[in-house]
Nanobody, 115 residues
Framework: QVQLVESGGGLVQAGGSLRLSCAAS????????IGWYRQAPGKERELVAR???????VYAESVKGRFTISRDNAKNTVYLQMNSLKPDDTAVYYCRAQSLFSPYWGQGTQVTVSS
């Protein structure tokens, strides 16, 4: 079983920064794409950012210029650097890794941005 463990969430003031980590139990090179998603109460889960095996990245329009997704293959970890945080960024953030057959999800980490 592939395991993904998110960490780095917490409470931060508007304008502040957090860095989320997604640690995989195996090599992240095994996945075609790894992404960050978020879900606020009463809303659907939405894509935040993705990084593909070739290094290409994709961001939701709402976070462009503020968030950066990156990876460290040696540590089997994907990061989400979040700057200039807004209250609307408050959500549970989930890591998702896509293999050839199925996706794997982490349990999520809470990010709360106060106004």
């Amino acid at each position: 079983q592939v395991q993904l463990v998110e960490s780095g969430g917490g409470l931060v003031q508007a304008g502040g920064s957090l860095r989320l980590s997604c640690a995989a139990s195996g090599s992240i090179l095994s996945f075609d794409v790894i992404g960050w998603y978020r879900q606020a109460p009463g809303k659907e889960r939405e894509l935040v950012a993705r990084i593909f095996s070739g290094g290409r990245t994709v961001y939701a329009e709402s976070v462009k210029g503020r968030f950066t997704i990156s990876r460290d293959n040696a540590k089997n970890t994907v990061y989400l650097q979040m700057n200039s945080l807004k209250p609307d960024d408050t959500a549970v953030y989930y890591c998702r890794a896509q293999s050839l057959f199925s996706p794997y999800w982490g349990q999520g980490t809470q990010v709360t941005v106060s106004s």
